[in-house]
């Protein structure tokens, strides 16, 4: 195989306790070390964040506005790549064939723009909050698009609800251009790669909105584009290591998506939004009563703890409780024109 060069865009802030075991995954691969870019794109980090890239040698690029939307943004404008994979600082490359499986799905086939991982996989090390959090993200995720991130169903789920366009001894490969609700399914993480020349050509609207970063697989599908994921490719995604963190991540998102700071809701589920129908935006407006009504979250956390045989997801409703009343916070706030003070993602 004649290997392409690929750029690995890496958003860090103060990532010092997950970093080292990212870039060591990257250093494991057996795609060929010179055809690597690591790019580290940095938010100001003052912890260990910056020694740690320079002992593994890799370059750093400096995000002045420290949010990971610049950050992905930059790594797209400095890629030299003729491939971008996307991983977020606590996410890690299981398989060492991993970047050689997603070159081979590219070159199969012309049409493929965009592959990605086949899903999260839990660290045995870490607390079972981060097992609800690689599952699904939030509880308005959840009750949003009905869809797991989790390796041991995220293939599955995709092979029952969309037509395959293919499936490969490494990947399956699928058509959504005709699709009228589109899956959840980001490109800019869980280690998404994308044709990095194809987006520079087809999309130079990426260069004066940075929050169509999030939003790959949806231009990918006003183009009839491919879109493969891997087989037995899982990411092993170091999360959250405390209840505490993930509660502060979940308020991050409501304050995010209620104040849209520095713009960055367009580049979540605000942004999303524009591509769906109509009849699927208005479903945000049902998660309060879905709730607040108790019985449909227990329920949910019942079906999810028997199938994934985790007692974890009885945190639902208790979870979607949590969430509402931020929600309800921060909007009479909001009507009262205050506005808290907007820390970046996770704080």
Known sequence: MNYPLVSIIIATRNSQKTLPRVLESIKKQSYPKEKIEVLIIDGKSDDQTRIIVKKFGYKIIDNPNIDFVSAKYLGYIKAKGKFAMYLDSDEALENPDSMKIKISAFLSNKKIKGVTNTGYKNPSNFPPI??????????????IYRSTMNYK???????????????????????????????????????????????????????????????????????????????????????????????????????????????????????????????????????????LSIIFPLIDSIYLSVTRKDAIFLIHPILCIYTVLLIIHHYLLNLLNIKPNLKTYGS
């Open 130 to 143: 981060s097992h609800y959090l690689n599952e699904f993200g939030d509880p308005f995720s959840y009750f």
């Open 153 to 291: 169903f995220f293939l599955e789920q995709f092979k029952r609800k969309y037509k395959k366009y293919y499936e490969g001894e490494n990947f399956v490969v699928f058509d959504f251009s005709d699709v009228e609700e589109l899956p959840l399914l980001e490109l800019v993480e869980m280690g998404g790669t994308i044709d990095l020349d194809y987006f520079k050509k087809q999309f130079p609207q990426i260069k004066k909105d940075p929050t169509l970063i999030a939003h790959f697989l949806y231009l990918l599908s006003t183009k009839k584009a491919l879109i493969a994921i891997t087989k037995n490719d899982p990411i092993i995604h170091y999360s959250v290591d405390s209840l505490k963190k993930y509660l502060s991540k979940v308020a991050w998102r409501v304050r995010n998506n209620i104040y849209n700071a520095d713009g960055l809701a367009l580049s979540g589920f605000e942004g999303r939004e524009q591509f769906q129908p109509v009849s699927y935006r208005l479903k945000r407006y049902l998660f309060i009563p879905y709730s």
